[in-house]
């Protein structure tokens, strides 16, 4: 069995076995959806520019205190370089299985990245790659209902396949985000503020560089029972 089957089988089994553990109290589920502008540097490309991203993902807890929980989110991003006419796309899905023990949470992550990077007109990279890491972080309840999260995740790729026989290479990604939850109705619909951090280095046909994107971040969540 490939990294990626035994990756999709962890987490279908975790989400079925949260999913028959939810019917207690304390059980929940989040959808989510949400932007923002990014700040690329890219040593790859040897350029910096602004951008947009784009995200979405789904949170389930289960378990009496809410103590069983899995979380799937994928985030985009597509940075055009003005002034060398090169471009950059990445995306991330990671999965977490997240053991909840008051205000903190710790898991194991599963995660899948798309890159591609275009220097000056020529396409250096198009890969596929997988990976497995750590999840940890905590949230607080502030005020009428609002809530302050961190969020902390480091991942190692363990395969990046890049297609034209490009040697290619992705350390380990370090992605940290910390937000306001703030609701807009009593419980349905909450506004999603945040700001996130993301690095990993590559390296491609012997020469490394790494990648940073700094992103602001505005989204909504629905919050609805199980």
Known sequence: MGDYQLRSAIIALSLFSTLSYAGTTGAGMQVYSGGGFSTYKSKVVAMNDTSTAIG?????RAGT???????????TNKTKFALNSSETK??????????????????????KVTIDVNNQGTTTLSGLGSGYGANTGFSFDIGKGSTVYFEGKMITTSILKAEDSVKASMGSRTDFKIGGIIPITKKLLSLDLAWRMQS???TISGQTGKEVLYTTWLGLLFNLNI
Not at 65 to 75: I, Q
Not at 90 to 109: A, H, K, M, R
């Open 56 to 60: 979405y993902g789904l949170k389930i």
């Open 65 to 75: 205190d809410g103590d069983l929980g899995v979380h799937w989110d994928e985030f």
């Open 90 to 111: 990445i995306s991330f899905q990671d999965t977490s299985i997240l053991f909840n023990v008051g205000s903190f949470f710790l898991g194991p992550v599963f995660s």
């Open 200 to 202: 990993w280095p590559v």
